[in-house]
């Protein structure tokens, strides 16, 4: 099977979906540009700060990008590259992006509040106190696994004790990345000058740090970078939004698109085979297709990340309406794309049907690299932007989830009705933002210490079953606004179904460990069996309080939740 084929067919479903599918959804559910969004009416130079479309664009998409589209598909090819093809295509355009925008749509309706708040709005407290702490859980596993790989990209050193260049190259890229995203950052919110403008210094400040980059590699190992990247997303989820997140976005969205672009065109240009099976079964090395296809590749097709970043930082940087459909919307259709590539890529470089070594961020950059040599780009050139690019998705993902999970913790201990102003010491501590940011830290940490690959599986369940959440709690939103929701039902019924049949396997497989083969290591399995019991006991209370306001016997409604 032909790669460019392969390209073809799934740019014009994705961008017919966007048009025709999207257009319809906005249509019907209702958007008015003359409105003020919650980015003007609540702005307070934090979290609250309206930008222009392509900077929330660049956040949105950095953001619900991560390793995720590369990562999943890469490891989900091993049932063939049918089965991974039609989840990213199928799940991508009717369960994520409809849960993107759904979510983004009901947050600037609702003040720009949280998926935890319009639970509370329209569920209630509990409902939302038991969502809001399995958020909080979720985030610490992204982070923990997010920060593993990042701190792989950035390793100096190979297995053998040789530096590694490509990674050093990385490492300082990223260092300089940062220092250029806070000095873009303070020229927009002091200056604002025009897209124009903005575009030229951008563009500028990040081809000097490539350049940089590829002529001072830096080497540590790769305990060093996981410290570093640690203390990297404290200061970024506390730090104003416009001091390092949207700018950091804002350049990652140039660098991120132009991978893209480059990749495409080397696709076309170096015309590669798809040289794996078209599928190889419902059961591969003792793992069964249903449902660990469907946990593996998450954010190329309908992740509950996703919905975490629309409605917690996103939707407070909406200047417009009329912005919402194509920063979410359209951000999603784009992850697909690009774990599209990534079905090509890992395709192009497999031999008699078997994957190809190495990890799937390695796989992706090896490939795209050779596509882009074809374009005279030198291979080590092209192979270090490109795991750059990777490793800017992971660590943008990092610094949007540390945020959100930040949030979720100090939401869980108060509601609607609490007075700041009026709080004990104690409850102070709590909701303090340094108190909750380090809390969600140091637990990601421990788990961090365990590597991704122990993370992924339990993360990648949690992550849809979030998903499924999320779907449930938009529902109602629509149901009680008098909306059409009924595009969500049948995403959220499977999803409820395949997530928890996944935790339940994986609860059965630590505890086999225990019992049966006595490999249990007690740190790093014992947190993710109290995680994956945790996150299947709150995941059932909270699907079945919005399946009963979903379903149940319809009240009327209050004109608080008849938000027009």
Same mark, same amino acid.
């Given at each position: =099977?032909?790669?460019?084929?392969? /390209?073809? @067919?799934?740019?014009?479903?994705?961008?017919?979906?966007?048009?025709?599918?999207?257009?319809?959804?906005?249509?019907?559910?209702?958007?008015?540009?003359?409105?003020?969004?919650?980015?003007?009416?609540?702005?307070?130079?934090?979290?609250?700060?309206?930008?222009?479309?392509? @900077?929330?664009?660049?956040?949105?998409?950095?953001?619900?990008?991560?390793?995720?589209?590369?990562?999943?598909?890469?490891?989900?090819?091993?049932?063939?590259?049918?089965?991974?093809?039609?989840?990213?295509?199928?799940?991508?355009?009717?369960?994520?992006?409809?849960?993107?925008?759904?979510?983004?749509?009901?947050?600037?309706?609702?003040?720009?509040?949280?998926?935890?708040?319009?639970?509370?709005?329209?569920?209630?407290?509990?409902?939302?106190?038991?969502?809001?702490?399995?958020?909080?859980?979720?985030?610490?596993? @992204?982070?923990?696994?997010?920060?593993?790989?990042?701190?792989?990209?950035?390793?100096?050193?190979?297995?053998?004790?040789?530096?590694?260049?490509?990674?050093?190259?990385?490492?300082?890229?990223?260092?300089?990345?940062?220092?250029?995203? $806070?000095?873009?950052?303070?020229?927009?919110?002091?200056?604002?000058?025009?897209?124009?403008?903005?575009?030229?210094?951008?563009?500028?400040?990040?081809?000097?740090?490539?350049?940089?980059?590829?002529?001072?590699?830096?080497?540590?190992?790769?305990?060093?970078?996981?410290?570093?990247?640690?203390?990297?997303?404290?200061?970024?989820? $506390?730090?104003?939004?416009?001091?390092?997140?949207?700018?950091?976005?804002?350049?990652?969205?140039?660098?991120?698109?132009?991978?893209?672009?480059?990749?495409?065109?080397?696709?076309?240009?170096?015309?590669?085979?798809?040289?794996?099976?078209?599928?190889?079964?419902?059961?591969?090395?003792?793992?069964?297709?249903?449902?660990?296809?469907?946990?593996?590749?998450?954010?190329?097709?309908?992740?509950?990340?996703?919905?975490?970043?629309?409605?917690?930082?996103?939707?407070?940087?909406?200047?417009?309406?009329k912005d919402i459909l194509p920063v979410s919307?359209?951000? =999603?259709?784009?992850?697909? /794309?690009?774990?599209?590539?990534?079905?090509?890529?890992?395709?192009?470089?497999?031999?008699?049907?078997?994957?190809?070594?190495?990890?799937?961020?390695?796989?992706?950059?090896?490939?795209?690299?050779?596509?882009?040599?074809?374009?005279?780009?030198?291979?080590?050139?092209?192979?270090?932007?490109?795991?750059?690019?990777?490793?800017?998705?992971?660590?943008?993902?990092?610094?949007?989830?540390?945020?959100?999970?930040?949030?979720?913790?100090q939401e869980l201990f108060t509601d609607s009705?609490?007075?700041?102003?009026?709080?004990?010491?104690?409850?102070?501590?709590?909701?303090?933002?340094?108190?909750?940011? =380090?809390?969600?830290?140091?637990?990601?940490?421990?788990?961090?210490?365990?590597?991704?690959?122990?993370?992924?599986?339990?993360?990648?369940?949690?992550?849809?079953?979030?998903?499924?959440?999320?779907?449930?709690?938009?529902? @109602?939103?629509?149901?009680?606004?008098?909306?059409?929701? $009924?595009?969500?039902?049948?995403? =959220?019924?499977?999803?409820?179904?395949?997530?928890?049949?996944?935790?339940?396997?994986?609860?059965?497989?630590?505890?086999?460990?225990?019992?049966?083969?006595?490999?249990?290591?007690?740190?790093?399995?014992?947190?993710?069996?109290?995680?994956?019991?945790?996150?299947?006991?709150?995941?059932?209370?909270?699907?079945?309080?919005?399946?009963?306001?979903?379903?149940?016997?319809?009240?009327?409604?209050?004109?608080?939740?008849?938000?027009?």
């Amino acid at each position: =099977m032909s790669g460019v084929l392969i /390209l073809l @067919v799934s740019l014009v479903l994705l961008i017919g979906a966007y048009v025709l599918y999207g257009g319809w959804l906005a249509k019907k559910w209702g958007i008015d540009p003359h409105k003020k969004t919650p980015a003007h009416e609540l702005q307070d130079g934090l979290d609250y700060v309206p930008a222009a479309k392509q @900077v929330v664009f660049g956040h949105q998409f950095a953001s619900i990008a991560g390793a995720g589209p590369i990562n999943g598909p890469i490891i989900a090819a091993m049932f063939g590259w049918v089965p991974v093809l039609l989840w990213v295509l199928i799940g991508g355009i009717f369960f994520g992006a409809v849960q993107d925008f759904a979510s983004m749509y009901a947050s600037v309706k609702n003040k720009g509040r949280s998926i935890g708040y319009l639970i509370e709005l329209y569920i209630g407290k509990t409902g939302k106190r038991l969502f809001l702490l399995f958020v909080w859980l979720f985030s610490i596993l @992204v982070v923990a696994a997010f920060a593993d790989i990042v701190a792989g990209t950035f390793n100096g050193f190979n297995a053998d004790g040789s530096q590694n260049i490509a990674n050093g190259s990385t490492a300082t890229t990223s260092i300089l990345f940062i220092i250029a995203a $806070v000095t873009i950052g303070m020229f927009m919110y002091h200056f604002k000058p025009k897209s124009l403008v903005n575009n030229t210094v951008s563009l500028t400040l990040l081809i000097i740090t490539i350049v940089l980059g590829l002529s001072f590699p830096v080497f540590f190992a790769k305990s060093f970078w996981l410290y570093f990247v640690f203390v990297y997303i404290y200061i970024a989820s $506390v730090v104003p939004v416009w001091a390092l997140l949207q700018p950091r976005d804002y350049l990652n969205s140039f660098l991120l698109v132009a991978m893209m672009i480059g990749a495409v065109v080397g696709i076309f240009i170096a015309r590669p085979s798809m040289n794996l099976p078209a599928f190889t079964g419902f059961t591969v090395n003792g793992l069964p297709m249903f449902p660990f296809l469907f946990v593996t590749i998450a954010c190329g097709a309908v992740s509950g990340f996703h919905s975490l970043v629309s409605s917690g930082t996103s939707s407070k940087q909406i200047s417009n309406e009329k912005d919402i459909l194509p920063v979410s919307f359209g951000a =999603m259709l784009l992850e697909s /794309l690009l774990a599209v590539i990534s079905l090509i890529a890992v395709g192009a470089l497999a031999m008699n049907g078997a994957l190809p070594q190495g990890t799937p961020p390695a796989i992706f950059a090896a490939a795209i690299s050779g596509f882009l040599k074809t374009l005279g780009i030198p291979e080590l050139t092209a192979y270090t932007i490109i795991t750059l690019a990777v490793s800017a998705f992971a660590l943008t993902s990092l610094d949007s989830v540390a945020r959100v999970g930040r949030l979720a913790f100090q939401e869980l201990f108060t509601d609607s009705e609490t007075d700041v102003n009026k709080m004990g010491p104690f409850l102070k501590v709590l909701t303090n933002k340094h108190f909750a940011t =380090m809390a969600t830290l140091f637990v990601a940490y421990l788990l961090s210490t365990g590597g991704y690959l122990k993370i992924w599986p339990l993360f990648g369940s949690a992550n849809q079953l979030l998903s499924a959440l999320a779907l449930c709690a938009l529902a @109602v939103f629509l149901k009680k606004t008098n909306r059409q929701g $009924v595009t969500l039902w049948a995403p =959220m019924l499977i999803m409820l179904a395949i997530t928890f049949t996944a935790l339940g396997q994986t609860i059965v497989k630590i505890f086999m460990k225990l019992l049966v083969t006595h490999d249990f290591i007690p740190l790093s399995d014992g947190l993710q069996l109290v995680f994956a019991v945790l996150l299947v006991g709150l995941g059932c209370m909270v699907a079945i309080s919005c399946i009963n306001k979903l379903f149940g016997k319809e009240k009327s409604p209050s004109n608080q939740a008849l938000e027009a």
